[in-house]
């Protein structure tokens, strides 16, 4: 913990104190102690907290454990030069870190992933850091070969920004938050405020997700458990596989005194940075907590909800949040079962490990799992960072818009009269709510990338802030600015714990329907962009309007998410994991989707190989409509 933050800690403990406080304020203290890094000891502890939470809920709780690598930091050094010949920097720190300390420590600022090396390079200011930026660069004759690049975060996923540096010739990366974006420039910093003060940063992996997630010495296969063997990729191919170039992020004081000696106006100025990492790339031990309510049949079909438990530092709002909610949620849960009720499918709730490092630990669980889940998995809810306040929406698969709404309209708004469905219509545009599709930034990943199993996310919004990946995410945070009166908390356990139990009693349920017309309007789109064309656009329309009739007409086929069971094959080359054909992660920014990956892909081959991917689609739309082609 840096002595900055102890100073704010110290100022923030003199709070005043709830009175009789909710039961999540108390979840909250305790997984939030202390940093829970994946592969540390900090990681372990907060699995067994994890674990003795669920167990006392009533819940059969296991620990799966896998031999995963890693990236964990031991030296970070960065010394800030005025010029290429000065011998004393002008900006300094070195930082040390203990992945087996006890008590756990604060992880310095790093970039998980970040290639070791020490190099001394000059400074060139790239924006942020994407393509665009690069191309402006060029056209000012600024070269950025050999250089250092210092971006902005923002407006793509900072592992994107790593690749573009490296093809574009850069030899290290800088990456900073702009105090305009979550600093000083929005309000008050932590702790009087919820905002970054300038000596944090954002932590974070730089893991190319684009082609696999999970553990990249094993990708598409599961990693071991202890004492099992299983293949790797050799050290040169997994080498090959992550970033060649050091990177590492800044807090917004040093990254002002970088830009403040740099003249934007007429290209690179004479400051160089010396960047010393000792990033090793290690096989460490994680631990995914799984949770069981058993159903009521011999082979029951299962209802997932999970989110991950690790986080950079103490991460109160990124996870513990999801992770209280998903506890309450259990807590309800398991009171209910006492008063008689049982569910009719299995409950799963998944505390993941190692999702900040690239969705590591659900996805090789789901890969170890694969078989099963596709045979008996109906849903997976995610809560990843969902919980600052009320004010509620969510995300997902087409065709589970209705499962959100059935609970939705049934839970009131605290202290008001209108239902979290009203409220949500009306902060919407034009009153109705859609769902978007998901994209890789969370551990539903697997779930709807991977094994084509519908998902949903809720999420209570309403207060924000700078602590995101920050050492000051921490239980003050949530308890002064993002959820004061743990208000939120206890309404997504609620919510989680309704949405479960309709779920696992097929009371709500997938909406195959609901589906395929959002997919009918997205072909419409596509129809208007020139490489697909109108004609092709309305033959693909009337396929997905097929199947919302057909299946519409079915009472068992309504409520089958074979839309996804059905188009679930690899997508594209290099791209294997990714099987979801109806949308992938977009390579060029990391977060968000676009829908149709085969069909862009096949286009880029020509006309020909265009129409055999659309003829293909529309023979496996046909066996979702229940015929034979």
Not at 114 to 124: H, I, L, T
Not at 170 to 186: I, P
Request: hydrophobic share 40%; glycine share 10%; proline share 6%.
């Amino acid at each position: 913990m840096t002595l900055a933050h102890l100073l704010a800690l110290a100022l923030a403990s003199s709070a005043p104190q709830e009175s009789a406080p909710p039961r999540s304020r108390q979840l909250m203290l305790e997984l939030a102690a202390e940093p829970r890094l994946a592969g540390t000891s900090g990681g372990l502890q907060g699995a067994k907290v994890a674990a003795r939470q669920l167990r006392a809920a009533g819940w059969q709780v296991e620990i799966d454990e896998r031999v995963v690598v890693l990236s964990l930091p031991r030296r970070i050094s960065v010394h800030a030069f005025e010029s290429a010949t000065a011998k004393q920097p002008f900006e300094s720190r070195i930082e040390r870190f203990d992945a087996d300390a006890l008590p756990p420590g604060d992880v310095p600022l790093y970039n998980a992933w970040s290639a070791s090396g020490k190099v001394r390079a000059k400074v060139v200011d790239v924006g942020f850091g994407l393509r665009a930026d690069y191309k402006a660069l060029a056209q000012r004759k600024v070269d950025v070969r050999g250089a250092i690049a210092l971006a902005r975060y923002g407006r793509a996923y900072r592992g994107v920004k790593v690749d573009l540096a490296t093809e574009h010739g850069c030899v290290g990366l800088l990456l900073f938050s702009e105090s305009s974006g979550d600093g000083g420039e929005r309000g008050a910093v932590w702790p009087d405020g919820p905002w970054k003060p300038d000596w944090d940063g954002q932590r974070g992996s730089i893991l190319p997700l684009a082609s696999t997630a999970g553990d990249p010495s094993t990708p598409g296969w599961a990693s071991p458990r202890p004492g099992e063997e299983a293949p790797r990729l050799t050290l040169d191919e997994l080498d090959a596989r992550l970033p060649r170039i050091p990177c590492t992020p800044l807090g917004a004081r040093e990254a002002r005194a970088l830009l403040a000696r740099l003249d934007a106006s007429v290209g690179p100025g004479p400051v160089e940075v010396e960047l010393d990492l000792d990033v090793p790339r290690e096989r460490r031990t994680i631990r995914n907590v799984l949770a069981r309510l058993p159903g009521a049949s011999q082979d029951p079909e299962l209802v997932i909800a999970g989110g991950h438990r690790d986080a950079w530092v103490r991460g109160a709002n990124d996870n513990a949040s999801g992770c209280v909610a998903l506890v309450r949620a259990a807590e309800r849960l398991a009171a209910r079962r006492e008063q008689g009720w049982k569910p009719a499918r299995t409950l799963v709730i998944g505390l993941w490990d190692a999702e900040e490092f690239g969705l590591i630990g659900s996805t090789e669980w789901g890969e170890a799992n694969a078989d099963m889940l596709r045979r008996r998995c109906v849903a997976y809810i995610n809560c990843d960072a969902s919980i600052a306040g009320t004010q509620f929406s969510g995300g997902g698969s087409p065709g589970m818009l209705r499962a959100l709404r059935a609970v939705a309209e049934h839970i009131s708004v605290p202290g008001a009269s209108t239902s979290l469905w009203q409220d949500w219509c009306a902060r919407t545009k034009d009153g109705a709510p859609q769902l978007g599709l998901p994209g890789a930034g969370s551990d539903h990943a697997v779930f709807a990338h991977h094994l084509g199993i519908p998902v949903v996310e809720p999420g209570f919004g309403g207060h924000s802030g700078g602590q995101y990946h920050a050492a000051f995410d921490d239980y003050s945070m949530v308890r002064d600015h993002l959820d004061p009166n743990w208000t939120g908390h206890e309404l997504a356990g609620e919510f989680l714990a309704e949405l479960l139990a309709q779920l696992a009693d097929a009371s709500v349920s997938f909406d195959a329907a609901e589906a395929a017309r959002s997919f009918v309007a997205r072909v419409r789109s596509l129809g208007d962009e020139a490489w697909f064309g109108h004609e092709r656009g309305a033959r693909l329309a009337r396929e997905f309007e097929l199947v919302a009739t057909t299946v519409a007409s079915d009472p068992v086929r309504s409520t089958e998410p074979d839309i996804y069971r059905v188009l679930n094959r690899p997508t594209l080359a290099g791209r294997e994991w990714f099987r979801n054909v109806l949308w992938a992660p977009n390579v060029e920014d990391g977060y968000s989707s676009v829908a149709f990956p085969t069909l862009r892909a096949a286009a880029r081959e020509g006309s020909a190989a265009l129409d055999a991917e659309l003829a293909r689609i529309a023979r496996e739309l046909a066996i979702v409509r229940g015929e034979a082609r």
